[in-house]
């Protein structure tokens, strides 16, 4: 069995390519983030060339139609469909766009070949967004839905691991703190303050200061505290 392709992408390649599947919330979550790119990138075109706000209105859409093209090929592949198509579609509609645009597509033909496209690309996004996955891997990549599980109980485990040695460096530290109280009222015989241990940690080089001042006590005196 060939190897399934596995996106081992970081940071913006992870989003730009075609390998691998998405599920339906990452189709809907990677075009907000496109949107916010664009809408992004036309603001600050704007405050260069205010002018060119219909120029710049194109380009934004464009950018937008184009980094969408990964999407929308991801997740054809997490339907186990061959997602070749989509490029194909992607260029028709601007093929239609700009004969329309020119005016050379007009009366039933624009309402025929123009509006039936947008319908066949609108209805396409719609089920897209709507349909389930296929259920466990195929030939594009394994289930991303199981992935999102996988990566959200292992981000669990860590935080219990990082609660439970949270916890335990707080116990040490709270028995550390009652060995410097104790020894500090051994040697002096008179009850100290000392502040929260969440307030002030400990500092082992004191511990161990008043380690060596209560063994000197000891042999001072002949009195061996317990």
């Excluded at 139609?65 to 198509?85: E, K, P, T, V, Y």
């Excluded at 700009?98 to 050379?104: A, E, F, N, P, T």
């Excluded at 669990?156 to 040490?172: C, N, Q």
Aim: proline letters at 4%.
């Amino acid at each position: 069995m060939a190897d399934r392709p596995v996106n081992n992408h970081k940071g913006i390649a992870k989003f730009l390519t075609y390998e691998g599947r998405i599920s339906r919330k990452q189709f809907m979550i990677y075009h907000l983030y496109a949107f916010v790119v664009c809408i992004t990138l036309l603001n600050l075109f704007l405050l260069a060339f205010p002018a060119w706000k219909l120029e710049a209105l194109k380009g934004a859409v464009g950018l937008f139609c184009l980094i969408s093209l990964f999407f929308w090929a991801r997740r054809a592949h997490d339907l186990g469909w061959d997602a070749r198509f989509i490029p194909v579609l992607a260029a028709a509609n601007l093929v239609v766009y700009v004969l329309d645009s020119q005016g050379i597509l007009s009366g039933s033909a624009h309402v025929v070949i123009g509006q039936g496209l947008q319908f066949l690309t609108g209805g396409l996004f719609m089920y897209l967004l709507m349909q389930p996955g296929h259920v466990g891997a195929n030939a594009f990549g394994e289930d991303p839905v199981e992935e999102e599980r996988e990566n959200l109980k292992r981000k669990r485990e860590e935080f219990r691991e990082f609660k439970k040695k949270r916890e335990a460096l707080r116990e040490k530290v709270r028995r550390e703190q009652e060995k410097r109280e104790y020894w500090k009222d051994a040697i002096s015989g008179e009850p100290i303050d000392v502040e929260p241990v969440e307030n002030k940690p400990v500092d082992h080089r004191v511990v161990e200061e008043y380690t060596e001042e209560l063994r000197k006590h000891q042999e001072e005196t002949g009195h061996h505290i317990h």
